[in-house]
């Protein structure tokens, strides 16, 4: 058992390490089932076979000291200084081989748990939901606001809430489904969407704006157009660059499903929601690879509802729940 621990333990360090050098493409959730059925199995021979083993193993050297001391005490002997108690104990003590497998195994099914259906933490990379998120953010996702799904193969579980307007939402990148993807949602299935000179239409109505004042970006050292959008009955703020065109070229566009159902000019792009798909976008509009460019979001996409920044290590005013 030590050499087949010593080997799987050695797999998972050689798919962690070729994950991190980049020399394979990781899936965490993959990862963490895995540990959690091998951690499983070996805390279920630990419970029932291994420990048992070595109960009974202390058991057997209590009754050989019984014994013995009868067997002195007929000679005439009646005390002897033999201690087993540290004899019990290396019995009785895990080897190291369970004590990484079965030892973890609580831990890891409790993170299992945890992040497959109640909260999952997620780092902001770019900036293309500037000025709601920053980069260096890390925030909490909820895994059951639109229903519960299996990990790994991502089959829903319980209904949930249907995505609204407005929410914030983790996504598996539809040209790429292994990378997760931030953006809000802008059309429900049936929605038309025009993003035409800058400025939001749905279903012919235009969105609400308010110019407020400019959002100065730290990090590219310059100031953006900010206005407050209402979107679904909630208030965020949104980034326009002047320097920026409306328009598209054919160029700039994925051959992404359901292609037809869009329009593009060089004012901008209209496109009719399919059923089942979601249009998002990021609140950096300029500045934001989204649905413009590869398309909806089919439902079976979603990860969950973005809801609480729990972290910037950078600002910790940064902390905090936004829209």
């Known amino acids: 058992m030590q050499a087949l621990t010593s080997l799987v333990l050695a797999a998972f360090v050689a798919y962690a390490g070729g994950w991190y050098l980049g020399m394979i493409e990781g899936n965490f959730a993959l990862l ?148 997760d993807y931030i953006k809000r949602v802008i059309g429900i299935p049936g929605d038309e969407v025009a993003y035409l000179n800058k400025r939001l239409t749905i279903n012919g109505e235009p969105v609400a704006t308010t110019a407020v004042s400019d959002f100065f970006d730290e990090d590219m050292v310059r100031y953006f157009k900010q206005f407050e959008e209402t979107l679904g009955g909630h208030k965020h703020r949104l980034l326009n660059d002047e320097d920026r065109r409306a328009g598209f070229s054919e160029a700039e566009i994925m051959n992404f499903p359901n292609r037809q159902n869009c329009r593009y000019s060089v004012e901008g792009a209209v496109c009719k929601v399919p059923a089942g798909h979601y249009f998002m976008m990021g609140d950096n509009r300029d500045n934001s690879l989204d649905s413009r460019y590869w398309g909806f979001v089919p439902e079976g996409n979603i990860v969950g509802k973005a809801f609480f920044v729990w972290m910037n290590f950078s600002s910790l005013k940064r902390i905090g729940s936004f829209n």
Do not use: C
Request: without cysteine; glycine residues 6%; positive net charge.
């Open 32 to 179: 963490l089932f895995l540990a959690t059925v091998v951690t499983g199995l070996y805390w279920l021979a630990e419970r029932f076979y291994f420990l048992p083993k070595r109960q009974a193993a202390a058991v057997a050297i209590q009754a050989a000291a019984t014994q013995r001391q009868a067997e002195l005490n007929k000679m005439g002997i009646a005390q002897t200084d033999v201690d087993l108690s540290e004899a019990r104990q290396q019995v009785l003590r895990q080897p190291w081989w369970l004590d990484w497998t079965a030892g973890l195994f609580p831990v890891i099914i409790a993170v299992f748990f945890l992040r497959s259906f109640l909260f999952e933490p997620f780092k902001i990379p770019s900036g293309s939901m500037i000025p709601t998120l920053l980069i260096g953010d890390l925030i909490l996702v909820n895994k059951f606001h639109y229903g519960l799904r299996l990990p790994v193969i991502h089959t829903k579980i319980t209904e949930g809430s249907a995505p609204q307007r407005g929410d914030v939402l983790v996504f598996r990148y539809p040209p790429k489904p292994s990378q």
